[in-house]
């Protein structure tokens, strides 16, 4: 793996698996809320 | 000062909040008993109940920790802090699912263990939740007003008494209802700035290519991921605390007995990755701020993040931060003023005060705990008094306690002699390894102590802490394996903890901090195993379920 992406890798893995489980738990939130 | 907004910038902003928070806090009050108050419905669903937890567990240490981490070790710096914190998460899942399953209707762990074993240990481990929510509660503020204080003309003072006002006002309204409703927002919040405004700074700051290049030019222990000055700097002492930072957290078993049983486990690992992601993508801004020479406001490690993104960011998305970080404060300042409360009526009120209590009475038990624990918050944060000998004891409270809580869950043989002997002599035990193991290293390296005392202390504080490593070890592989396969784990690396400390001597003795939490894990599970084996007695589990009932006027403990 080259340095640059080594680095992009690095910087986006958070911000992408924090993105897909805020949309996973926004789905349900929905829902939830909907029900009250 | 790379930026600063203006008062009524500030204060806009604050206010904001401060009236969104009190409406969602209203919105979300459906019931309004005391049960309600501790444990909404016992029935909070993933979506909501997994953002709490996440929200709850990160706090404002846990943004500024990792940044500094990946400022002063690298790349391998906030991965250490993001992930041993997260792990915590999901190892305690299946011990409290197990204290749930035991007492169905339980509020708080220490009511779980006045039942399991009586009031001497209840008041231990009722003591080490309220230290660690009480300490929580001053460093989330000291944090919050020193932050606003250093980025607007608002003075710390102030900006003290807007947060805990502001925090107090809505967790008041409605307790643990209040802190699941307003943490949904304050995550979504956290989110939106890690998933947006950290790849925008660091594409700002040269994107990767660029900071590819400061990071050939770093080189060494701070360009690698398997720096060994991070490990033992920075991951393994908390690796030998996973599990006890949740023990200790009065938040985490509030929310044990609060979420649906069967959705339990993941709502819990969830949230710890969820936590992972967060608190990495903050954290990496360290590392921007290591590579491009990006330096904290006044040499304060703690401006590192705010530092990064006022260099890099706009004033509007930077004033976005600053509500990132009061986010992460509040939601975990709230989430501590409930289990407060909940502490404060289950075990203060029902348990000693008013056997009968009202609704009316306990609630307003737990609202006047809130007011008292955030005065005392902002007393000790404005006078900055020196709480160090307070927060050490705790630190080894807590080590003492992971081998006598984890046993008393799972082990019929955990005496009420056993749980408070091992706690007290671990927590002796850890002191003294505080104390003593640096000298006798230093001793040992000089040449000055005699060989005799280098070799017993030493030795016993070798031996002792090889044997807390395995203990924490054992207590994590337990509920997800058979005993003898967790045993053996706990042997394992007791074992090899042991040769790499020969191996390293005297190197490893000069770790205080590891050594002293080792030592006190170690201790307390030796004199609680003996202790209790020696009374011989057998707990009968089927005694619990119907010993606690809800609180308030539907209840009878």
């Known amino acids: 793996m080259t340095g640059t992406m080594f680095m992009l890798v690095y910087f986006l893995i958070g911000p992408v698996i924090a993105a897909a489980l805020a949309v996973l738990i926004a789905r349900a939130v929905v829902r939830e809320w909907q029900g009250r | ?557």
């Not at chain 2, 009480?134 to 000291?142: G, K, P, R």
């Open chain 2, 1 to 557: 000062m790379p930026v600063e907004f203006s008062t009524p910038q500030i204060l806009l902003v604050l206010g904001v909040y401060f009236v969104v928070m009190l409406a969602l806090s209203a919105w979300a009050r459906d019931r309004t008993d005391a049960e309600s108050f501790i444990v909404s419905d016992r029935d909070v669903a993933f979506g909501q109940a997994t953002a709490s937890m996440g929200a709850t567990w990160i706090w404002a240490a846990s943004m500024y920790a990792a940044a500094t981490a990946a400022f002063t070790y690298g790349v391998s710096g906030a991965f250490h802090y993001a992930f041993w914190g997260g792990l915590a998460l999901l190892f305690v899942w299946k011990y409290g699912q197990r204290v749930r399953q035991l007492v169905p209707y339980g509020h708080t762990l220490p009511e779980f263990i006045r039942v399991r074993h009586g009031r001497l240990s209840q008041s231990v481990i009722g003591l080490e939740n309220y230290v660690n929510s009480q300490y929580s509660l001053i460093l989330n503020f000291t944090a919050g007003a020193t932050l606003v204080a250093l980025f607007s003309p608002l003075s710390y003072e102030w900006a003290l008494v807007i947060l805990a006002v502001t925090v107090v006002s809505y967790s008041a309204l409605s307790g643990i209802q209040a802190s699941i409703a307003t943490d949904v927002v304050q995550v979504g919040a956290m989110v939106i700035v890690a998933v947006v405004a950290v790849p925008a700074i660091v594409f700002s700051a040269g994107g990767p290519t660029a900071l590819a290049e400061g990071l050939s030019a770093l080189g060494g222990e701070e360009a690698s991921l398997f720096s060994l000055q991070a490990f033992l700097g920075q991951g393994a002492p908390m690796m030998a605390l996973i599990l006890a930072y949740a023990f200790a957290n009065p938040t985490v078993w509030q929310r044990i007995w609060t979420v649906r049983e069967r959705q339990l486990g993941k709502i819990y690992i969830t949230s710890g990755v969820l936590y992972m992601a967060l608190v990495f993508s903050v954290g990496s801004l360290g590392l921007v701020a290591l590579l491009t020479g990006v330096q904290p406001v006044d040499g304060d490690l703690n401006t590192i993040v705010p530092a990064v993104a006022a260099t890099y960011l706009p004033t509007g998305v930077a004033l976005a931060f600053l509500v990132l970080v009061i986010a992460a404060i509040t939601s975990t300042s709230d989430s501590d003023l409930a289990a407060l409360s909940s502490i404060a009526m289950t075990d203060i009120w029902k348990g000693y005060i008013s056997r009968d209590a009202s609704d009316r009475g306990l609630k307003l038990a737990g609202r006047l705990t809130m007011v008292v624990v955030a005065g005392i918050a902002v007393f000790v944060a404005t006078f900055r008094i020196d709480i160090l000998t307070l927060i050490l004891i705790y630190g080894m409270i807590r080590a003492a306690s992971v081998f006598p809580i984890a046993a008393s869950i799972v082990w019929d043989r955990v005496s009420n002699a056993g749980f408070a002997a091992g706690i007290i002599a671990g927590i002796v035990a850890g002191l003294a390894t505080r104390a003593w193991s640096t000298p006798v290293a230093e001793g040992a390296l000089a040449g000055t102590s005699t060989l005799s005392r280098t070799l017993v202390l030493g030795a016993v504080f070798i031996v002792v802490s090889s044997i807390g490593a395995g203990t924490m070890a054992g207590c994590l592989a337990y509920p997800f394996l058979r005993i003898r396969m967790a045993l053996g784990i706990g042997i394992a690396v007791s074992v090899a903890v042991f040769a790499v400390q020969v191996a390293a001597l005297p190197g490893l003795l000069t770790y205080n901090s590891i050594l002293s939490t080792l030592t006190a894990l170690g201790v307390g599970m030796l004199v609680s195993t003996g202790v209790s084996l020696a009374g011989g007695a057998r707990f009968d589990w089927n005694e619990l379920e119907r010993r606690v009932r809800p609180v308030g006027a539907g209840g009878v403990a």
